[in-house]
């Protein structure tokens, strides 16, 4: 009978485990954290301050304008904001997005949102954000955007922008 149940507890021990590890890292709240700050910040300084060379392109065409489909294969969703003033965010992989702006009938007239290059050295960061055409040579634009981080707070410090053909 004790042999018995040593080998249950053994069988059971992993499984409890396990479920015991699950379940405490779902219940660590997301807090905000410098690189949800900086993206947040980079993403007010592209869309807001114009600084995304074609950023009307982001809202064309009949479906959701008030809605900005964004490929999020390089960055988890969770650091990105749903939505930003009325802005509100649609993610998904590049074949989601993609897929979907064709199927509305308007992937050659709207571009997607496409945030990469992320980069620290020191206390700046860098953030590249794209408007990217789903056609080839479909047009859009980038911004290399510098944010410092001071203490608790952060800044633009730098930015460069291009169109893209």
Known sequence: MNAQKTRIWLFLFPLVFLGACKGTAL???DRANDTA???QLA???ALFQHKLPDISSLFE???????????????PHRLLPPTLNAINFKFGSYREVTAQLRDKGIAGKRNYLYI?????????????????????FGGGG???IDIVKRGD?????HYSSSSIN
């Open 116 to 136: 990469c290059c992320f980069s620290k050295k020191d206390s700046v960061y860098s953030v590249s954000i794209q408007s990217r055409s789903c056609v080839p």
């Open 27 to 29: 219940q660590i709240p």
């Open 153 to 157: 707070s952060m800044m633009v410090h």
């Open 37 to 39: 700050n900086v993206l």
């Open 142 to 144: 980038a911004t290399l």
């Open 61 to 75: 065409g009949d479906y959701s304008k008030d809605s900005v489909f964004v490929v999020v294969d390089s960055f």
């Open 43 to 45: 993403l007010r300084t």
